[in-house]
């Protein structure tokens, strides 16, 4: 991966990959994301645990790839990224379900990840790592081709407004960044209370070629599919009687390097340059 020359994000905007492959990715223009103070007891146990059980996505423009069975002290075991955890309440409720899964809480809030940190410590869940950062940057720069065996997204932020759909988080780019990442037979599962938002996630559903569209429900699907809880904002949603629509996907076998030009094929990041 080329070495950025610039790496400093504008403001508190998150550092943006600029990718030139044609297809659409979020643009979260002058967006600057909340942040937000942890209570006493949540800086102590992020102190104690956030060192062993988070990592931050930094400007730092050195390999950041994680090494998965290093960070889990486990070898062999199935992945799943969540992307926008929020505050965790059904990762931390669908984990202990997968004790064999390692599963990854990736958020931009950091007091959501507060409240993941402390639930699992609290819980006793040891399969759960989380990382601070934009999921796209995240998968694009921390995981290699085909290392992830699950990529979940519940309750994205829906940007109800037409001048913002262009920061929604699944575009073309997005489903595509996503299977590369997902290894052959690996699930993208989505979930929006948002009815516009999916109708927009309907249209891109057979977009991406790598992707092979299940609909919901998926009986054979591999992985656990029942987020347990009624999260914070599924629960905003449902009160306001929206219906929940949940999408899943399956990676196809085919080999990423020969569907896509702009994937360097040695299992490194894909290429880009950040802006
Ligand atoms: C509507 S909330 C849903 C949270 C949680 N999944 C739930 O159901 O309660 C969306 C979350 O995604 C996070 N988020 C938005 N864009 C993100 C991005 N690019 N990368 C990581 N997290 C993101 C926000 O900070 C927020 O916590």
Same mark, same amino acid.
């Given at each position: ?9 504008? =403001? ?12 659409? $990715? ?27 059980? +988070? ?17 889990? =002290?486990?070898? +062999? *075991? ?5 992307? +926008? ?19 990854? &809480?990736?958020?931009? $809030? ?5 409240? %993941? ?71 993208? *599962?989505? &979930?929006?209370?948002?009815?516009? !938002? ?12 790598? %992707?092979? !569209?299940?609909? #919901?429900? #998926? ?17 905003? =949603? ?26 360097? +094929? ?10």
């Amino acid at each position: 991966m080329s070495i950025p020359e610039k790496t400093q994000p504008h =403001g508190r905007r998150p550092l943006q990959s600029e990718f030139n492959d044609g297809r659409d $990715y979020p643009r979260l223009g002058s967006v600057s994301f909340r942040r937000g103070t942890l209570t006493e007891n949540q800086e102590k146990t992020w102190e104690e645990h956030w060192p062993q059980r +988070g990592r931050e996505l930094t400007n730092d423009p050195a390999d950041q790839t994680i090494d998965i069975a290093g960070w889990f =002290g486990r070898e +062999g *075991h199935p992945t799943i990224l969540e992307i +926008g955890s929020g505050t965790g309440t059904s990762t931390v409720a669908m984990a202990p379900l997968e004790p064999d899964t390692n599963i990854i &809480a990736v958020e931009l $809030y950091r007091p959501g990840l507060a409240k %993941l940190l402390g639930a699992s410590v609290r819980g006793g869940v040891d399969n759960i790592r989380m990382i601070k950062g934009d999921g796209v940057e995240v998968l694009n720069r921390m995981f290699p081709e085909a290392s992830l065996d699950g990529v979940r997204i519940f309750f994205p932020d829906p940007w109800p407004k037409a001048r913002h759909h262009k920061r929604r988080i699944i575009q073309s780019g997005t489903l595509h960044l996503i299977a590369t990442r997902l290894k052959p037979g690996g699930v993208l *599962h989505v &979930a929006t209370d948002h009815a516009d !938002y999916a109708d927009w996630i309907t249209e891109l559903a057979t977009a991406e070629p790598l %992707l092979d !569209y299940k609909g #919901w429900p #998926w009986a054979e699907c591999p992985q656990l599919t029942d987020r347990q809880v009624i999260t914070k904002f599924e629960g905003k =949603g449902l009160q306001k009687d929206h219906t929940i629509a949940e999408f899943l996907w399956q990676r196809t076998a085919d080999n990423v390097a020969e569907d896509t030009p702009d994937s360097v +094929g040695d299992g490194s990041p894909s290429a880009t340059t950040v802006t």
